[in-house]
């Protein structure tokens, strides 16, 4: 089977979703969403469709690489000489657009299933590319993930609904991570078949032995970006309110930007308790983290399933988590975790209290969680779904 991957190469959902499939011999592809970006250093077992004057990083070992315009060119490597091809390809007016970039490609490798993973980007440029290959031939299945706030936030803004339509629209197989988003889609008019896989990233090894207790942890995480979707400089508000619990813990503020680091020194100057800003933290970085942490803090106005949740519940940190995202379909409010409004810190303050005050309320919950990611997210059981519904697309469309 050949399935070629419409997606951002430097995520770690792109690597962890197609890692899964890495081992069943089927010829893989990818090709990138968005130019100008490094292939993740984690990804194996893909050939790699980017012209290449547009790739200035190094190749990924373990992959294969193929540049879809001028390949007789492609021995050249430096930097600078990369530069000037694309800018006299751009003077001379031989610069391809992706999306015909896309068309070709599919046209040339014949995929039996073309795989976009994320909407706004990956999802609009094979809506294009499909356009540009009709009544040519016949396109291939075309599965879909919808990825966090596609639908929820984009799907509400008039810019994108029509654009949102017209890619469900050429969907066969639509992959989302919750029912809310299964809701949305058709509210949008999708009508074709939906799969739900929890996690955009697949499932999640399950450790060995029991992690220390939660009540007995004395680091604190906080999710920290601010942004149009983001607001960490909420959830640093709502813990600045609780410094007179906060003698005896170590603050870490993880994924940040320059407005949340700015907030977490004048946090310092108010309290005097340091944080701990984190860059760069991998996958199981984080895991180790979560390991270690009594609370992880992640409020945003809109969100899909949040992996930051989702790695809190599987090693016993207690998820403080906005109730704009689909965490209400894994946390009991007050039993599993804190389902709070995002830009309320008097309500997110109440929850992160009651959450290092009370030592019973966060063992249980450790234990609870622990059996829910254990029982719906192991790895080898969201591995072998994956595979069947590829198999499965493939023999359904194949007339």
């Given at each position: 089977m050949r399935i070629l991957f419409v997606a951002m190469p430097f995520s770690i959902h792109t690597v962890r979703w197609i890692s899964q499939i890495n081992d069943t011999g089927w010829d893989l592809h990818l090709f990138p969403s968005m130019k100008f970006q490094p292939l993740h250093a984690e990804m194996r077992g893909v050939v790699y469709h980017e012209n290449f004057y547009d790739n200035l990083y190094g190749p990924v070992p373990g992959n294969t690489y193929s540049s879809s315009h001028m390949p007789y060119l492609s021995f050249i490597k430096g930097r600078l000489p990369k530069k000037v091809i694309r800018k006299l390809a751009h003077?001379?007016?031989?610069?391809?657009?992706?999306?015909?970039?896309?068309?070709?490609?599919?046209?040339?490798?014949?995929?039996?299933?073309?795989?976009?993973?994320?909407?706004?980007?990956?999802?609009?440029?094979?809506?294009?590319?499909?356009?540009?290959?009709?009544?040519?031939?016949?396109?291939?299945?075309?599965?879909?993930?919808?990825?966090?706030?596609?639908?929820?936030?984009?799907?509400?803004?008039?810019?994108?609904?029509?654009?949102?339509?017209?890619?469900?629209?050429?969907?066969?197989?639509?992959?989302?991570?919750?029912?809310?988003?299964?809701?949305?889609?058709?509210?949008?008019?999708?009508?074709?078949?939906?799969?739900?896989?929890?996690?955009?990233?697949?499932?999640?090894?399950?450790?060995?032995?029991?992690?220390?207790?939660?009540?007995?942890?004395?680091?604190?995480?906080?999710?920290?970006?601010?942004?149009?979707?983001?607001?960490?400089?909420?959830?640093?508000?709502?813990?600045?309110?609780?410094?007179?619990?906060?003698?005896?813990?170590?603050?870490?503020?993880?994924?940040?930007?320059?407005?949340?680091?700015?907030?977490?020194?004048?946090?310092?100057?108010?309290?005097?308790?340091?944080?701990?800003?984190?860059?760069?933290?991998?996958?199981?970085?984080?895991?180790?983290?979560?390991?270690?942490?009594?609370?992880?803090?992640?409020?945003?106005?809109?969100?899909?399933?949040?992996?930051?949740?989702?790695?809190?519940m599987l090693m016993g940190a207690f998820p403080i988590q906005s109730d704009t995202s689909l965490a209400n379909e894994w946390i009991r409010s007050g039993e599993t975790g804190m389902l709070v409004p995002p830009e309320d810190p008097d309500v997110i303050e109440r929850a992160i209290r009651e959450a290092l005050l009370n030592d019973e309320l966060v063992d249980r919950a450790a234990v609870a969680n622990r059996i829910q990611i254990s029982e719906q997210l192991e790895y080898e059981h969201i591995k072998t779904s994956v595979t069947d519904m590829y198999r499965n697309a493939a023999k359904a469309f194949s007339s």
């Open positions: 003077i001379t007016g031989i610069e391809t657009d992706p999306a015909d970039e896309l068309a070709e490609l599919i046209k040339k490798i014949r995929p039996d299933i073309i795989h976009s993973l994320e909407t706004q980007h990956a999802g609009y440029l094979v809506t294009q590319a499909k356009k540009k290959t009709a009544g040519k031939f016949p396109f291939p299945v075309w599965i879909h993930s919808n990825w966090g706030i596609d639908l929820h936030f984009f799907g509400r803004l008039q810019k994108h609904i029509p654009l949102i339509r017209e890619t469900l629209a050429g969907v066969n197989i639509l992959l989302v991570e919750g029912k809310r988003d299964e809701t949305l889609a058709r509210e949008l008019g999708y009508q074709s078949k939906v799969r739900i896989f929890p996690s955009v990233g697949g499932g999640f090894h399950i450790p060995d032995g029991e992690p220390a207790k939660t009540s007995s942890r004395k680091k604190i995480l906080v999710k920290g970006t601010q942004d149009i979707i983001r607001r960490g400089v909420v959830a640093l508000r709502a813990l600045e309110r609780c410094a007179d619990l906060l003698d005896e813990y170590e603050i870490i503020l993880y994924s940040s930007n320059e407005i949340t680091r700015a907030v977490a020194e004048l946090f310092t100057g108010h309290t005097g308790k340091q944080i701990t800003i984190l860059e760069g933290v991998d996958h199981a970085g984080m895991l180790q983290l979560n390991a270690e942490a009594r609370i992880n803090i992640c409020v945003n106005i809109s969100d899909g399933l949040p992996n930051a949740m989702l790695e809190a």
